[in-house]
């Protein structure tokens, strides 16, 4: 079954869609897809099955957001951890994704034609070499489309993530790009895996768990997180209607609390920059303690030289991301 | 149309928010109505009842109509908290209580600490997204001590009460008598904190001590506990009707289970083993 459901909503849903459009609406959703299994059990099917469901699910969901103008949509398909699952159900899983990768593949001009942008997100070195193949040939068909983004998390946690964005930092300063001092909250940020989207203004979880499972942590501290009880294969448009008036009637306070975040971030940066700065014309000053003119000089060429090397390295890990995915492709080519 | 869209909006939300504070005042008069009911109805009927169901029944009701304790059968209370925390099937090792709300009380959030302690759970972490706590404090570990005598008798010795502070390096603490500990956080122990590991490292790899290589999933887990040394909270407790964590210790929380409650103010023991018995009985799969 494809990714891309055509269809209009019927009527009474494009009311209610009217209705929740009137109120601010979320740009970015993200799910975990939870109950695949468990909607299995009650329905005595297999488990592939269940999964299967699963996935029709999230192809119909891909449509209600589309008629709810919520443009990027984040999905946790297979975590780290589930690799600790029998060896049937993990294989069964890996098939499954290189079913409904493969056949993206096909669908190249209804992507094209929509505008989807798939980006898989995650360590995908641990996957087969096969999977990582179509994968990257799945991203990089779809990399320029730019009028709704599909964000597929795929042998993913984020601790994962975080810890990768440190390395890639890491690899900033080994490289000389950057220096160990250029460390930030937004530098961290953009060196995760999801560095292309906005943070989540809503986390769904579907079958009544009320965790996170290593799920965007980072990315979710100031996102509106609904827990639902509906297992993932039963979730309904008025679900996700339920989820977007729950995001609506936090939105002031969340509001308030990320900007409230981002005044202090501002202000942790400058003091950073100030402490740099200090020690710099100390250095320089031979213990004589500097004009206030001559430090405000000093900062505004530090925070100007910070910010162009950091986006050097930002286009160099860009560049060393955009590589992996296009060797991937041209191996296929080879073989 | 659009107009009519905007007012059928604004009229759902409106009637989303009735219902929620009608649930939340329905709930406090159900408890305290329960206890009221009791008295009443025994004292109507004159039914002979078992006396020590009858106490335990008044001892109920005089907690949950007098949230802060007044000391009236506080001899009962400990103990009944520690035969609470022991038939739970799992208790958290940490729980963490986050308040989402503008107004802070002092008095409820140590009330909820010391229950915490007294049912057995070690390590009780206090946040607020303004760290509003953190600023005062002293004020809350008075607080807490205040409500530690009114609540356990004054038997009890007292808590650890340690704070979290960036960039002091505290000696390692060694639970030694197993006193349970209390923390108060503040966004700063979250992203930042992250950021401050991952700058450390840096450093090091600046100074060829290290290879970007070298950096794993348990580096960073280890740098980050080490000035804190505090296990994963297994549960938070959340206040308020903000749905969100507001900047919680984002490493820390990715196996952590959510309650929700709508206020910290005149918060009862009964709200806090609700949340202790959903945790007891929610079930991780870790994946599998």
């Known amino acids: 079954m494809s990714w891309i459901r055509e269809g209009e909503l019927n009527l009474l849903e494009k009311i209610s869609a009217n209705i929740l459009m009137a109120g601010p609406m979320p740009k970015h959703v993200a799910f975990i897809m939870d109950g695949n299994r468990r909607f299995a059990l009650k329905k005595k099917l297999e488990r592939h099955d269940g999964h299967m469901q699963g996935f029709n699910k999230l192809a119909e969901t891909l449509r209600w957001c589309k008629h709810l103008n919520i443009p990027e949509v984040t999905v946790y398909a297979f975590s780290i951890e589930n690799f600790k699952r029998s060896k049937e159900e993990v294989d069964g899983l890996l098939d499954l994704a290189r079913q409904k990768f493969e056949r993206l593949l096909e669908e190249q001009e209804n992507l094209e034609k929509h505008g989807v942008c798939i980006r898989v997100l995650g360590d995908l070195n641990m996957l087969p070499l096969d999977l990582q193949e179509v994968i990257a040939k799945a991203v990089v068909m779809t990399k320029n489309h730019n009028k709704c983004f599909l964000n597929v998390c795929f042998a993913y946690t984020s601790r994962y993530e975080i810890t990768n964005a440190v390395r890639e930092m890491a690899w900033g300063v080994e490289q000389g790009l950057i220096k160990a001092s250029d460390v930030s909250e937004a530098l961290l940020s953009e060196c995760l895996y999801s560095s292309n989207s906005p943070n989540p203004d809503l986390l769904i979880r579907t079958s009544g768990e009320v965790r996170l499972s ?11 997180l609904v827990f639902q009880s509906v297992l993932w294969p039963e979730y309904s448009f008025w679900n996700l209607c339920e989820a977007i008036v729950q995001y609506q009637l936090n939105h002031k306070s969340i509001q308030k609390a990320r900007e409230l975040h981002r005044e202090e971030q501002a202000l942790q940066q400058l003091e950073a920059d100030c402490a740099c700065i200090a020690e710099h014309l100390q250095h320089q000053g031979n213990g004589k303690p500097a004009d206030a003119q001559r430090r405000q000089e ?27 995915f296009t060797n991937l492709c041209s191996e296929t080519v080879l073989t | 149309m659009a107009l009519l869209y905007g007012l059928i909006w604004r009229l759902l939300l409106a009637l989303v928010r009735i219902k929620r504070a009608t ?33 335990q029944k008044k001892a109920d009701a005089n907690q949950s109509s007098d949230g802060d304790g007044d000391g009236k059968g506080a001899g009962s209370r400990p103990s009944r908290w520690i035969s609470d925390g022991i038939s739970l099937e799992k208790l958290p ?66 808590f650890n009460m340690e704070l979290l502070k960036n960039g002091t390096d505290k000696p390692q603490h060694f639970v030694v008598s197993c006193r349970p500990i209390v923390k108060v956080l503040s966004p700063e122990d979250g992203k930042h904190s992250i950021v401050q590991a991952a700058r450390k490292l840096c450093h090091s790899v600046e100074k060829k001590e290290w290879s970007s290589k070298d950096i794993s999933v348990s580096v960073l887990d280890v740098l980050l506990r080490e000035s804190k040394n505090i296990p994963d909270p297994e549960l938070v407790v959340k206040f308020g009707a903000v749905n969100s964590t507001l900047g919680f210790l984002p490493w820390h929380i990715r196996l952590t289970e959510f309650v929700s409650l709508p206020s910290h103010k005149n918060v009862s023991y009964e709200d806090l083993f609700g949340a202790l018995q ?10 599998q």
């Open chain 2, 93 to 158: 090792v940490h729980i963490g209580l986050v308040v989402a709300e503008e107004e802070l009380s002092y008095t409820d959030i140590a009330n909820m600490v010391v229950w915490c302690m007294a049912v057995g759970v070690s390590y009780v972490s206090v946040y607020d997204h303004h760290g509003i706590f953190q600023k005062n404090n002293s004020s809350l570990q008075e607080e807490i001590v205040k409500q530690q005598h009114h609540l356990l008798g004054g038997d009890d010795s007292t």
């Open chain 2, 278 to 287: 959903h945790y007891s009985a929610c079930h991780q799969r870790l994946g």
């Open chain 2, 23 to 55: 649930v939340s005042w329905l709930r406090v008069r159900l408890r305290t109505w329960k206890g009221r009911f009791w008295q009443r109805t025994m004292a109507a009927l004159l039914l002979p009842v078992p006396v020590a169901e009858f106490k």
């Open chain 1, 214 to 224: 290593d799920f965007l942590l980072w990315q979710t501290s100031h996102s509106c």
């Open chain 1, 298 to 324: 000093a900062l505004q060429h530090y925070t100007v030289a910070r910010e162009e090397r950091v986006q050097d390295f930002l286009q160099a890990l860009k560049h060393k991301r955009d590589t992996f």
